[in-house]
């Protein structure tokens, strides 16, 4: 009897369900023959502005080098997040957006000798980098839907090698408080990896920022993730950076695989960088847009997590009806089930007249 091809792949890895992606614009057009145009898409927390004019103009200019393989080190990137977030040049590693950085932190560092630990509700690729090393998950139950420190704390177990704290968190959108987060890292193991995954963090108020890049120097077993694909609006180009200490950049940079960053992503990472300006507006946008969002769902009467991101996740009942309605309607959102949420479903914050569909649609459906 022949052995089937897909039974030679370990069995931890014929489990991983794929991650589901936001329905792309083309998709539904095809779906339903609505017109591309006629389409707003909120389900991917993308820039409702798109890419800043800078990044642009960058990509523009290096469009004529494009025979060339890029640069592999990523030295001018690095410099100039190693100058804008003061840290040295060899804490960096540069990611095909953020979620590569996730897997190379579970290919560096997870086996299937060792444990991981996350919260419930949390980013699904958690649980998929930890699937993919064959790690065991130790998945801690949320609190009001965001993470339970004390309570990752204990379950930390021997074999624990990775602990994931997304904040603010996708996709519930709950923030962390920069106290507590302090306190878990002085009471956590240093012999464990903390990836503190900060893809939202420019959509923070100013109240509630803090510098948690300084906390590298204090705690070498942290890493800190941010992408360039929210708020600087580069979300098809894919580039995200860590950094960390030296010791665990190295061990990073190990299993990265070479020009893991292309020649365009760079030019517009290290252009959106400095482009004030451009992430200014888009901070003034996301404000702007999740009043109109919050103050539509108060008047509705649905419930709805208060969300420090560009996104907010409202309880909805019968979810997968309301989001074939809308997609009938040319409005794709974020269906949520596969994070045990479902009857929710999460929304992106868009442009003034974007959200204004949104919640046009909704109230045809809910007959208000």
């Known amino acids: 009897m022949s052995t089937s091809l897909r039974e030679l792949a370990p069995e931890y890895i014929r489990a991983i369900a794929p991650y589901q992606t936001g329905k792309p614009i083309s998709e539904l057009a095809r779906e339903t023959g609505i017109a591309e145009a006629d389409i707003v898409k909120l389900a991917s927390n993308e820039n409702p502005l ?45 990611g095909n957006g953020s979620n590569d950085v996730l897997e190379l932190v579970s290919h560096a560092f997870l086996t299937t000798q060792d444990s991981s630990v996350y919260s419930q509700y949390s980013f699904a690729c958690y649980p998929l980098a930890v699937q993919a090393a064959g790690a065991r998950h130790i998945a801690v139950k949320a609190v009001e839907y965001g993470h339970d420190l004390p309570a990752m704390l204990a379950a930390i177990a021997p074999d ?109 990472a290290c252009a959106a960088l400095d482009d004030v300006e451009f992430l200014e507006e888009s901070r003034r946008v996301n404000e702007a847009g999740m009043k109109q969002l919050s103050e539509a769902f108060v008047r509705l009467g649905l419930a709805f997590i208060p969300s420090y991101g560009n996104f907010i996740t409202f309880h909805c009942g019968d979810a997968a009806a309301l989001n074939q309605f809308l997609l009938n309607k040319g409005v794709i959102v974020r269906p949520i089930a596969g994070y045990g949420l479902k009857d929710s479903l999460r929304v992106s914050i868009g442009l003034p007249e974007e959200n204004a569909r949104f919640i046009a649609a909704l109230e045809e459906a809910l007959g208000d």
């Open 50 to 94: 798109g890419l800043s004019p800078k990044a642009k103009a960058a990509i523009e200019q290096a469009l004529a080098d494009l025979a060339r393989y890029p640069d592999g080190g990523g030295f001018d990137l690095k410099a100039k997040i190693a100058q804008k977030f003061n840290v040295g040049l060899d804490q960096i590693v540069l």
């Open 160 to 268: 624990t090698k990775v602990v994931w704290i997304a904040n603010p968190n996708n996709p519930t959108g709950t923030y962390v408080r920069p106290g507590d987060l302090i306190e878990f890292l002085e009471a956590c193991p240093p012999n464990v990896i903390v990836v503190l995954d900060e893809a939202y963090t420019e959509f923070l108020p100013v109240e509630k920022r803090t510098d948690t890049l300084a906390w590298v120097k204090r705690f070498p077993n942290l890493i800190v993730v941010r992408t360039f694909s929210k708020a600087y609006g580069l979300a098809g180009l894919r580039v995200g950076f860590a950094l960390t200490s030296p010791e665990v950049a190295d061990i990073l940079n190990r299993v990265r695989q070479p020009f893991n960053v292309n020649s365009l992503a760079q030019a517009a």
